[in-house]
């Protein structure tokens, strides 16, 4: 047999993900995605769907967004001011650590449940 010498088990059966780890899930790749757009050898292509812009003064401005929706930060504030890449990282992997948190979460949801909405109108 080919697996010899290895000790063989059943393998566990999968629970079903609820709806909320998977939008979770979700955000938690985006942000993965725009660390990966934000490394210095990545910098100069061209990529679409970028979370950040840059303002008249030359200052970053990142928006954490779910899908194109972008998210509350703080009572009224949808984006985080930034001085330069590295500190954009930094916003961003601390976004990461907030999301992880569970911080974000009623936030997805709702965004979620507008979408669902706007679909079922078509109906």
Not at 13 to 38: F, G
Not at 63 to 91: Q, R, T, W
Request: aromatic letters at 8%.
């Amino acid at each position: 047999m080919a697996f010899e010498g290895f000790k063989l088990v059943a393998a566990p059966k999968r629970e079903a993900s609820d709806p909320a780890s998977k939008r979770k899930q979700r955000l938690l790749m985006q942000i993965d995605h725009q660390l990966y757009m934000a490394e210095p050898e990545n910098r100069l292509r061209k990529f679409r769907g970028r979370w950040w812009t840059t303002d008249a003064e030359g200052k970053l401005m990142l928006s954490i967004k779910y899908g194109k929706v972008p998210l509350e930060l703080a009572k009224g504030k949808h984006a985080i001011a930034c001085n330069d890449m590295d500190d954009l990282v930094e916003a961003l992997k601390k976004a990461k650590a907030i999301a992880v948190d569970g911080t974000f979460d009623a936030q997805l949801a709702t965004i979620s449940g507008q979408v669902r909405a706007r679909f079922k109108k078509g109906e």
